[in-house]
């Protein structure tokens, strides 16, 4: 079993910035990939980001290349998602997700935590 629990979420002003924490929990292997994804309203849960907490390796949407960055502790315990400029686009419900492999499709990843609400004002 693998348990994800998502902080930081608030509301924030265009151009701003928020840093979400994702505290993952349980079997080791079973998290290796850590990824964000997020849904906005009347929309399909998309994904932002992902890392591979044993080595580092990190990829993004193009949406969110060059404000957004993920990051994991060494133990991969807790994996960031330092997101800057934000834009009221960016609004959202985010979610941390984990496998022992992912891509970019929500239905690689098996665990999911509860989410965290996003709100960018203009």
């Known amino acids: 079993q693998v348990q994800l629990v998502e902080s930081g979420g608030g509301l924030v002003q265009a151009g701003g910035s928020l840093r979400l924490s994702c505290a993952a929990s349980?079997?080791?292997?079973?998290?290796?990939?850590i990824a964000w994804f997020r849904q906005a309203s009347g929309k399909e849960r998309e994904f932002v980001a992902r890392?591979?907490?044993?080595?580092?390796?990190?990829s993004y949407a193009d949406s969110v290349k060059g404000r957004f960055t993920i990051s994991s502790d060494n133990a991969g315990n807790t994996v960031y998602l330092q997101m800057s400029n934000l834009k009221p686009e960016d609004t959202a419900v985010y979610y941390c997700a984990a496998s022992s492999y992912g891509r970019t499709y929500r239905t690689d990843y098996n665990y999911w935590g509860q989410g965290t609400q996003v709100t960018v004002s203009s």
């Open positions: 349980g079997r080791t292997v079973s998290r290796r990939y």
């Open positions: 890392i591979i907490t044993s080595g580092g390796g990190t």
